[in-house]
Antibody, heavy 120, light 107 residues
Framework: QVQLVESGGGVVQPGRSLRLSCAGSGFTFSSYALHWVRQAPGKGLEWVAVISYDGNNEFYADSVKGRFTMSRDNSKNTVYLQMDSLRSEDTAFYYC?????????????WGQGALVTVSS | DIQMTQSPSTLSASVGGRVTITCRASQTISSWLAWYQQKPGKPPQLLIFKASSLLSGVPSRFSGSGSETEFTLTISGLEPDDFATYYCQQYSVYPYSFGQGTKLEIK
């Protein structure tokens, strides 16, 4: 069945970097755009970033633009979120979610999330 | 950027009851709106897409309506499993955005 599994979360000091991974299985990975959505503990959902199915297009929320970078390796069915210059307000569960194609579709499958804690 | 405003933020209802959650977009999004249900410690799950289309497998007591800037999610005949937090989300333009959520509690 469809699975998205995030990894790479942990505790990191402010200003440092962390890379999250999201591995997909049970579907044609290269046909889907992949998004990151985060949720601070006890708070609502915030869209973070997207990468197109072929890796040629990316968009980022203003709150992470210039600090976070998405990439993907379709041969490994994996997307990545490189997070640099981390701030305390980046503390959250980070979910990856898929969208078939590029536009006009909702998130039809989500991972279980990876917790990132930015703290000194 | 498009802002999504949900109301109410919390809602108390009884099993068997009916509730309506409203979501407003700061500019028109046509029908590019989804509703998600989230339970504690779990990721969100898609319920409704394109404002009113029920995802296969989602009970028919869930329904969505609206277009342009005004949308509603209605749950009729509430069951214990429905008490959760609900989010609307626009996927009309990037950056995508979510409403702040509505927590549905048992009265």
């Amino acid at each position: 069945q469809v699975q998205l599994v995030e990894s790479g979360g942990g505790v990191v000091q402010p200003g440092r970097s962390l890379r999250l991974s999201c591995a997909g299985s049970g579907f044609t990975f290269s046909s889907y755009a992949l998004h990151w959505v985060r949720q601070a503990p006890g708070k609502g959902l915030e869209w973070v970033a997207v990468i197109s199915y072929d890796g040629n297009n990316e968009f980022y929320a203003d709150s992470v633009k210039g600090r976070f970078t998405m990439s993907r390796d379709n041969s490994k069915n994996t997307v990545y979120l490189q997070m640099d210059s981390l701030r305390s307000e980046d503390t959250a569960f980070y979910y990856c979610a898929r969208v078939r194609g590029w536009w006009g579709k909702p998130f039809d499958s989500w991972g279980q999330g990876a917790l990132v804690t930015v703290s000194s | 950027d498009i802002q999504m405003t949900q109301s109410p933020s919390t809602l108390s209802a009884s099993v068997g009851g009916r509730v309506t959650i409203t979501c407003r977009a700061s500019q028109t999004i046509s029908s590019w709106l989804a509703w998600y249900q989230q339970k504690p410690g779990k990721p969100p799950q898609l319920l409704i897409f394109k404002a009113s289309s029920l995802l296969s497998g989602v009970p028919s007591r869930f329904s969505g309506s609206g277009s342009e800037t005004e949308f509603t999610l209605t749950i009729s005949g509430l069951e214990p499993d429905d008490f959760a937090t609900y989010y609307c989300q626009q996927y009309s333009v990037y950056p995508y955005s979510f409403g702040q959520g509505t927590k549905l509690e048992i009265k």
